[in-house]
């Protein structure tokens, strides 16, 4: 019998004042046995820092055809496709095809991140952002991860300051381009 997903609630408070954009919401987060803390961890910042009318999360992280988080337009369309991790240049090729926006939030180095696409084909690679935290961030965060967790993410001039279950931690918000 194969091992279920383990669910885990948020309630998040958001301040991103660099976008304009506050707002309280829940969020119910199955984590998939082969899913890491850091990668759900990871996953839950990326929905919070692209937080918008229209962000959910995608498929589960076997899904093939939908990102780890995503936003819609009203149609249905998707707009912004929203990797978490190391995706290969072919999924990249893929969501940059579809989608007007194409992010990927990485928990690890992103150098390392980016160097299996190296003189790969990707659509419209100039137009990708790979954003990731300070080394050690997520791997400090995560220790305090519980099954149902209070979050409180602000935002100002690229610093994320995140309330994590009562520890406060801070990190630069880095970006690199592909192109």
Same mark, same amino acid.
């Given at each position: 019998? !194969?091992?279920?997903? #383990? *669910?885990? #609630? $948020?309630?998040?408070?958001? &301040? =991103?004042?660099?976008?304009? %954009?506050?707002? =309280?919401?829940?969020?119910?987060?199955?984590?998939?046995?082969?899913?890491?803390?850091?990668?759900?961890?990871?996953? %839950?910042? !990326?929905?919070?820092?692209? $937080? +918008?009318?229209?962000?959910? $999360?995608?498929?589960?992280?076997?899904?093939?055809?939908?990102? !780890?988080?995503?936003?819609?337009?009203?149609?249905?369309?998707?707009?912004?496709?929203?990797?978490?991790?190391?995706?290969?240049?072919?999924?990249?090729?893929?969501?940059?095809?579809?989608?007007?926006?194409?992010?990927?939030?990485?928990?690890?180095?992103?150098?390392?991140?980016? !160097?299996?696409? &190296?003189?790969?084909?990707?659509?419209? &690679?100039? =137009?990708?952002? %790979?954003?990731? $935290?300070?080394? +050690?961030?997520?791997?400090?965060?995560?220790?305090?991860?519980?099954?149902?967790?209070?979050?409180?993410?602000?935002?100002?001039?690229?610093?994320?300051?995140?309330?994590?279950? +009562? #520890?406060? *931690?801070? #990190? &630069?918000?880095?970006?690199?381009? *592909?192109?």
């Amino acid at each position: 019998m !194969a091992i279920g997903s #383990t *669910l885990h #609630t $948020f309630d998040v408070q958001l &301040a =991103d004042t660099d976008r304009g %954009v506050y707002d =309280d919401y829940s969020l119910r987060v199955a984590r998939h046995p082969s899913e890491t803390d850091a990668y759900m961890l990871t996953r %839950v910042l !990326a929905y919070g820092l692209e $937080f +918008g009318e229209g962000t959910a $999360f995608g498929g589960s992280v076997s899904d093939t055809e939908e990102p !780890a988080v995503l936003v819609r337009d009203l149609t249905g369309r998707i707009v912004t496709w929203i990797e978490v991790g190391a995706p290969d240049a072919e999924r990249l090729h893929h969501a940059s095809r579809l989608a007007e926006r194409t992010v990927v939030y990485t928990h690890r180095d992103p150098a390392k991140v980016m !160097a299996p696409w &190296a003189d790969k084909r990707i659509h419209r &690679a100039e =137009d990708i952002r %790979v954003h990731s $935290f300070d080394p +050690g961030f997520i791997d400090t965060a995560t220790p305090h991860l519980e099954r149902r967790n209070t979050l409180t993410l602000t935002v100002t001039e690229r610093v994320l300051y995140l309330d994590l279950n +009562g #520890t406060s *931690l801070a #990190t &630069a918000l880095h970006e690199q381009e *592909l192109g």
